[in-house]
DNA sequence: GTGATGCTTCGACGCGGGTCGAAGCGTCGA
DNA sequence: TCGACGCTTCGACCCGCGTCGAAGCATCAC
């Protein structure tokens, strides 16, 4: 993971979208020849698997525990130096939403995991995860989400990761995955153009609000 | 990290307690020049801190955020390969009981976190930190740990993180440490031969089950 | 003072590995 | 069937860096 080409792909890899390696090899700045050595590497090293379709071949990280080491090397990492108005941009809409593997995080992600917990909708479980409660399992259906078929998953239920910008805890597994994915279906937050970058549109701030009593700053 | 020298002093760092250049360059079976400049590098890069002693440098991770990343990668590496008998039982006694940067860890460190939550001593404020509750503060009053020397200090108070043996949550933070540092103390531990290793004492079974209700398998 | 110890700096060596050009292989579309 | 496309394999280059010997610089013991 040191290598910086392989650094590149495997940050690119964080928001859990699988890519292919023609992708991968343009974020790391390499050939394709190079790339393709830096994914075997990586492969072999388990850190990603790969599904073919086609004449394309995507790439994914392997599982959530790969996801966590990249998240706590960003955290001791030095700061990237900001360059340019544009980057500058780009890292502001980042910490205000984005995808963090598969599951929401940045400013929207904590403020919406504290909502949960300060409403009584899901409750830590003294184990490092959490259960829905009788009350969030009323409200979490209005919103058409599945749960048993979450718990049946083979994926652990609802864990919490440290955000690497806002230093607060944000909710992942199945049920930030799944939740996620519901909002942006209802149109709450829509895809950036910058990977994992999300944001937050009218609807979404007034459905965190009415919903989940949850104000994002 | 990525190098085998530094990984190894990293891994020998990690139980808290700062190490000597030279006891570094023998843990990674390198020269000491070599030591010097792998310890350099770390240095540079933010990982690990330098006290001067008398003839002496010592060595320790940066903080516990440093901790974490080698724990998340350990979580990840494929197991070390079981050579000897001598190595076996390292290994379980390791799994049993240990040190985690400076708290407890292994198969102890996790019914002992497990304890504390069902006897109702800490409960978790859902921001991924603890609180000790009235209850818990009489008991570990008993024990003479002073929770007003641990809130002042600009350590944080209590969390947990994941045990990669035993895949579950041990405690953390100031209070994790004072009160390994404490059990050591009274004799509920002693520490083994081998680095990061504890062994469990027979006062301690007795203490860990009359105190907290904690058995440990 | 003198010598021993702990550690760093300097210099040189040599291997590992990241890099890309060229070629090969499978897939897709016409 | 043919060419375009995506990706991998092979081969060669070469820079980077981990390594240690030798020397230098502190500190400690006597």
């Known amino acids: 993971m040191a290598d910086r080409a392989r650094a590149a792909m495997l940050t690119a890899l964080l928001d859990g979208r699988p890519l292919a390696a023609g992708e991968l ?12 050595a830096h994914l075997t590497k990586l492969r072999e090293g388990g850190l990603i698997t790969v599904v073919k379709q086609g004449r394309h071949r995507y790439f994914r990280l392997q599982g959530h525990e790969v996801a966590q080491v990249i998240e706590a090397l960003t955290r ?23 995808t963090c593997y598969d599951h929401l995080a940045g400013r929207a ?4 995991f504290a909502a949960l917990i300060d409403g009584g909708l899901i409750e830590p479980d003294g184990r490092e995860a959490y259960e829905v409660t009788a009350k969030g399992e009323e409200r ?44 942006i279906e209802l149109g709450w937050f829509v895809r950036g153009n910058t990977r994992r970058a999300l944001t937050l549109t009218g609807e979404g701030r007034t459905g965190l609000q009415d919903v989940f009593a949850c104000v994002v700053p």
């Open 140 to 183: 979490l259906h209005e919103l058409e989400v599945d749960l048993a078929a979450l718990r049946a998953a083979r994926r652990r239920f609802a864990g919490h990761c440290l955000d690497w910008t806002e230093r607060r805890p944000h909710l992942n597994g199945a049920l930030g995955a799944a939740l996620t994915g519901r909002m």
């Open 25 to 36: 090899a343009r974020v790391a700045g390499v050939s394709a020849q190079t790339a393709s």
């Open 109 to 112: 992600g904590t403020a919406f």
């Open 76 to 98: 001791i990492s030095p700061p990237v130096e900001v360059r340019s108005l544009k980057q500058s941009r780009q890292a502001a809409a980042l910490q205000a939403a984005r």
